[in-house]
T-cell receptor
């Protein structure tokens, strides 16, 4: 199975600033995804991170707000731009691969926006 | 992907078997049933998956009905550390864009001492 790490694990940010979250996978995965989990809620897919090209965003999420990069098969970043308190959530990175083509998840980044 | 329905919450006594049901009546022939769990403040963890046969691994057993419209995840001897939200997901094996997991609200399992 793949091991996924995220940095930072948590952060407290001021309104109007931006935060970039890094995701590193210890082995190659076919696809990488970014999810958001708001307090007490289930996971919501933000986008699919495509290697070497623009990410594919789900309805309700836009590139200007959540720019994503994936320069290679094992690394991706998600930026939360111009943050507001409504962006306070856990952001999770996920990769698909492994023997059973299942999805693995990182530990999440807990973001609090004041 | 087919939609799943799970109970909102369940309790289980420590040491007893936890049986978590999932309905997926619109599942198609090429969709697998996956189970994940999310322990508080952690990312979701893969548990098990199956197509039509019952499956068992070191964590759990998965029982899929013959018509594949429902399944049950069984934790044979629940411990306090099994307290988590359990997600049942149906999805086509493999695939490219769009083949991510869609998470419903899941079942919040509380293992009681």
């Amino acid at each position: 199975s793949a091991v996924i790490s995220q940095k930072p694990s948590r952060d407290i940010c001021q309104r109007g600033t931006s935060l970039t979250i890094q995701c590193q996978v210890d082995s190659q995965v076919t696809m990488m995804f970014w999810y958001r989990q708001q307090p007490g809620q289930s996971l919501t897919l933000i986008a699919t991170a495509n290697q070497g090209s623009e990410a594919t965003y789900e309805s309700g999420f836009v590139i200007d707000k959540f720019p994503i990069s994936r320069p290679n098969l094992t690394f991706s970043t998600l930026t939360v731009s111009n943050m507001s308190p409504e962006d306070s959530s856990i952001y999770l990175c996920s990769g698909k691969g492994g023997s059973y083509n299942e999805q693995f998840f990182g530990p999440g980044t807990r973001l609090t926006v004041l | 992907d087919a939609k799943t329905t799970q109970p909102t919450s369940m309790d289980c006594a420590e040491g007893r078997a936890a049986n978590l049901p999932c309905n997926h009546s619109t599942i198609s022939g090429n969709e697998y049933v996956y189970w994940y769990r999310q322990i508080h403040s952690q990312g979701p963890q893969y548990i098990i998956h199956g197509l039509k046969n019952n499956e068992t691994n070191e964590m759990a057993s998965l029982i899929i009905t013959e018509d594949r419209k429902s399944s049950t995840l069984i934790l044979p001897h629940a411990t306090l550390r099994d307290t988590a939200v359990y997600y049942c997901i149906v999805r086509v094996w493999g695939g490219d864009y769009g083949q991510n997991f869609v998470f419903g609200p899941g079942t919040r399992l509380s293992v009681l001492p």
